[in-house]
C-alpha cells in the first residue's frame, strides 16, 4: 500500500506520465479538431512535460519541497501552445501546494534545530514538505485548478480546464475514503474519463467532430502515467476506442470542415520575456494581458518579474511583440500561420490515395526524421519496451492517403501484431517483415513509386536482407548467455540473435560489434547514436572507426533512440 510519496517517487511518477503522453502523443493529436485552432495538442503537451524533466534533472536533492518548484518553473518555460501553458499552469499550483510548509509550528522546530546545528544557516525549503498524502495531493489539485483558470482570459468549458476542475473537486471526496494512492488514482482516473466523455455536450465543435477534449485526454494520460509509476501491474485503461476516428473523427455522418468555421485570428503566436526592465512591475504584465486582449484570442500571459510566458491568436503579431517588449527581452518567439495549417489540412482532407504508402515503427527523434526525410508517410512511436497493438498499426494505415501500404515492423516482436493488423484496417497492407531499424531504412531507401507493389515488396526484402545489424545496450541484470557471463549494468553488443561482445566501455564495445560485423565485402558502416550518448563522444568514435576502416564509408547519425547507445549497421 503507497499511502505518502516522496521526491524521489514523484520524480518517478513525472517520468512515467511523460513517457505515456510520449507514446500516446500522435493519438491526442489527432484528436484536435479542424480548422487547426492551435497546432497539436499531444505534441505540446509533451514538449512541457519534456521541459518539466529537463529541469528536475538539474535537482539533486531528493525532497520534494525542492523539487516542486524546478517542475512549475520547467513547465513555464517549456510551456507551448494553449494546451502545454494551461498544463504548465496546473502544475504551477500543484506544485505550490506541494511546497507549502507543513505547518508553521513544526517549520519553526525544523528552522531552529538547523540554526542550533549551523550557525548562520538560512534554507528556503526548511519546513516544506518531504512527503504527501492523498489528501495533500487534494489540495495539489484544487491550487492546480483554481490556477489553471486564472491563467485564461476567457475559459471555456469542455475542454482540459473542465477535466481538472471536476478531477479537482471530486478528489476531495475520494481523499478521504483512500489512503493508498493506488486506489485514489484508480477511482481519480474513473471520475476524468466520465467527465471527458461529457466534453462533446459542452462543446458543439467536439460533438460535430466526433471527437473528446485532446487536452483532457492528454491530462489522463498522464496521471494515467502516475498510476503505474507507483504499481506496473495495475492495468491503465483509457477509453479510446469511444474517442471516435483516429485522425479527428470525421466521417461522412460528422461535421465537415466547413460546418467548423474559419479561422478569424490567423497567426497563433508565443514568446517568453526575460530580463524585465526595471520599471516592469506586477502591473506591467496585467497592462500587457488587458492589450493581448483587445488584439486577439485564446490569450494567456502567465508568470512573474522572472519570466513571463504569453500565448495569443492575432492578425497583428507584430504589435503584440512591440506590446511585450515594453516590459523585457523576448525568448522563444514562434509564430505559426493557422490559415496556412488550415489549407493544408483541407488539401490533405480533399486528395486522392495515391497507389503506395510506407508505414513504419520507430522510436527516437532522430529515428522519426530519418524515415520522413525517405518520405515514410506516418511513424507509429515504438520499438523495444513499447510495442504498438495490432489495432493502433491498423489505425495509422487508416490515415495514410494509399491504397496500398507497406509496413515496416523493424523488430520482431512487432511483426506479429501487424500481420494482425491486416485484418483491422480498410487499406491493402503488405507486411516488409523488418526486425530491426537498420533493416527498415535501407529497405525504405529502395522504394520506387514508379515500380508496382511486387517489385517493391522484392526490392524491400532484398535491401533488408543485405544488412548486417548490430546494438549496443545495457544489461539489467546479472545472468548467462552462452560464452558470457554477465553483471547487471554491463555494456552488451548484440547481432540480431546473440551477445557478440560485453565490457564497461560503451566506445569499445561498439567497436568490437563493428569488427564483428563487418567482412571483406562490406562497403559501409552507419552507426545511429541514441539518447543517452553526446555528440562529441558519438563523433571521437566516429574519427576512431574511419581510423581502422579507412576503405569503408563510416557514417554516424544521431537516432535519439531509448535503449540503444548505438544500432549499427554494416552493408
Given amino acids: 500500500m503507497q499511502k505518502t510519496i516522496n521526491g524521489v517517487l514523484f520524480k518517478k511518477m513525472l517520468n512515467v506520465g511523460f513517457s505515456s503522453l510520449e507514446k500516446n502523443r500522435d493519438y491526442v493529436d489527432s484528436l484536435n479538431v479542424f480548422p ?24 539533486k ?9 524546478a517542475v512549475a518553473r520547467g513547465g513555464l518555460k517549456g510551456a507551448r501552445g ?44 526548511m519546513g516544506a514538505r518531504s512527503t504527501i498524502t492523498t489528501r495533500d495531493f487534494s489540495r495539489a489539485l484544487i491550487a492546480g485548478s483554481k490556477t489553471a483558470y486564472s491563467a485564461v482570459t476567457v475559459p471555456k468549458e469542455g475542454t482540459i480546464l473542465t477535466v481538472i476542475r471536476v478531477m479537482a473537486e471530486e478528489s476531495v471526496k475520494i481523499s478521504k475514503a483512500e489512503s493508498d494512492f493506488v486506489a485514489f488514482f484508480e477511482k481519480l482516473l474513473i471520475v476524468g474519463e466520465d467527465i471527458l466523455q461529457k466534453t462533446p455536450d459542452m462543446l458543439p465543435v467536439l460533438k460535430k467532430a466526433g471527437v473528446v477534449d485532446s487536452g483532457g485526454r492528454g491530462l489522463l494520460i498522464i496521471f494515467g502515467g502516475f498510476m503505474h509509476a507507483l504499481d506496473p501491474d495495475v492495468q491503465v485503461s483509457h477509453s479510446f476506442e469511444t474517442d ?15 460546418d467548423l468555421g474559419e479561422i478569424e485570428f490567423a497567426y497563433c503566436t508565443e514568446f517568453n520575456i526575460m530580463n524585465m526592465h526595471k520599471t516592469t512591475t506586477l502591473a506591467s504584465i496585467d497592462t500587457l494581458r488587458e492589450k493581448l486582449v483587445n488584439m486577439g484570442d485564446s490569450v494567456v500571459c502567465v508568470g512573474d518579474l522572472e519570466m513571463v510566458k504569453v500565448h495569443v491568436h492575432t492578425n497583428t503579431p507584430g504589435e503584440a511583440i512591440t506590446a511585450a517588449l515594453m516590459l523585457g527581452e523576448m525568448i522563444n518567439l514562434k509564430i505559426d500561420n493557422m490559415l496556412q495549417q488550415n489549407r493544408e489540412l483541407r488539401a490533405s482532407r480533399d486528395m486522392d490515395d495515391k497507389e503506395m ?4 515503427i520507430a522510436a527516437g527523434d532522430g529515428m522519426v526524421s530519418l524515415f520522413k526525410d525517405l518520405h515514410v508517410d506516418f511513424v507509429i512511436k515504438g520499438g523495444q519496451t513499447m510495442n504498438p497493438c495490432a489495432e493502433e498499426i491498423a489505425k495509422a494505415c487508416d490515415r495514410v492517403h494509399a491504397k496500398t501500404v507497406f509496413v515496416f515492423p523493424n523488430n ?88 557478440i561482445a560485453k565490457g564497461t566501455s560503451i566506445p569499445d564495445v561498439t567497436t568490437k560489434v563493428v569488427e564483428k560485423l563487418v567482412t571483406e565485402e562490406s562497403s559501409s558502416v552507419t552507426l545511429f547514436y541514441g ?41
Fill in 412 to 499: 520482431k516482436n512487432i511483426i506479429l501484431a501487424a500481420r494482425h493488423a491486416q485484418d483491422l484496417c480498410k487499406k491493402n497492407l503488405v507486411i516488409i517483415p523488418t526486425k530491426t531499424i537498420n533493416e527498415g531504412i535501407s529497405a525504405c531507401v529502395v522504394f520506387d513509386e514508379s515500380a508496382s507493389i511486387e517489385e517493391n515488396t522484392e526490392a524491400f526484402m532484398a535491401a533488408a536482407a543485405a544488412v548486417q545489424s548490430g546494438s549496443v545496450t545495457y544489461a539489467v541484470r546479472n545472468t548467462k548467455v552462452a560464452r558470457f557471463s554477465i553483471k547487471e549494468g554491463e555494456v552488451l553488443g548484440l547481432d540480431t540473435k546473440n551477445v
Fill in 244 to 258: 471516435g476516428k483516429i485522425g479527428g473523427g470525421f466521417d461522412e455522418s460528422g461535421a465537415s470542415l466547413d
Fill in 531 to 571: 539518447e543517452g550518448i553526446k555528440e562529441k563522444d558519438a563523433n571521437h568514435l566516429h574519427d576512431k572507426l574511419m581510423a581502422k576502416y579507412p576503405n569503408l564509408d563510416v557514417s554516424m547519425i544521431n537516432g535519439g533512440q531509448p535503449v540503444y547507445y548505438y544500432l549499427i549497421s554494416v552493408e
Fill in 357 to 360: 504508402g510506407m508505414v513504419v
Fill in 61 to 69: 536533492s531528493p525532497e520534494l519541497g525542492i523539487i516542486a518548484p
Fill in 82 to 125: 494553449n494546451s502545454g501553458v494551461i498544463l504548465s499552469q496546473i502544475f504551477k499550483g500543484m506544485m505550490a501546494e506541494m511546497a507549502r510548509p507543513v505547518d508553521n509550528q513544526v517549520a519553526g522546530r525544523m528552522m531552529r534545530a538547523v540554526k542550533t546545528a549551523v550557525v548562520g544557516s538560512d534554507n528556503p525549503h
Fill in 36 to 59: 487547426v485552432p492551435d497546432g497539436d495538442t499531444g505534441t505540446n503537451m509533451t514538449l512541457t512535460m519534456k521541459s518539466v524533466l529537463k529541469e528536475i534533472e538539474t535537482i
